[in-house]
């Protein structure tokens, strides 16, 4: 097993690098993993943030729902409540 590669290999990459593995990847992914979450998938896949990952997965041509957004964005923003109140 290769050592020295894993999240924060993917993490350090650009868009522009991952997008030859995204695109294979949406192609091949068939829904199985998190009850057919795409965007959960593609976060986890490529570790990247929540918006971040709404916005590669419409650059590569993935049509999400608005109910999909919304509910990516309130996650966001219960998580950065949760951050605040902490302080």
């Not at 020295?4 to 829904?31: I, N, T």
């Not at 990247?48 to 999400?64: F, N, T």
């Amino acid at each position: 097993m290769k050592k020295g590669k894993g999240k924060a290999a993917k993490k350090a990459m650009k868009f522009e690098g991952r997008k030859a593995k995204a695109e294979k990847w949406v192609s091949e992914y068939d829904g199985t993993p998190y009850d057919g979450d795409i965007i959960k998938a593609y976060r986890k896949k490529f570790a990247v943030d929540r918006m971040k990952a709404v916005a590669e997965l419409q650059l590569l041509g993935i049509s999400l729902t608005k109910e999909q957004i919304d509910r990516e964005k309130a996650a966001v923003k219960a998580y950065q409540e949760v951050k605040k109140k902490k302080r």
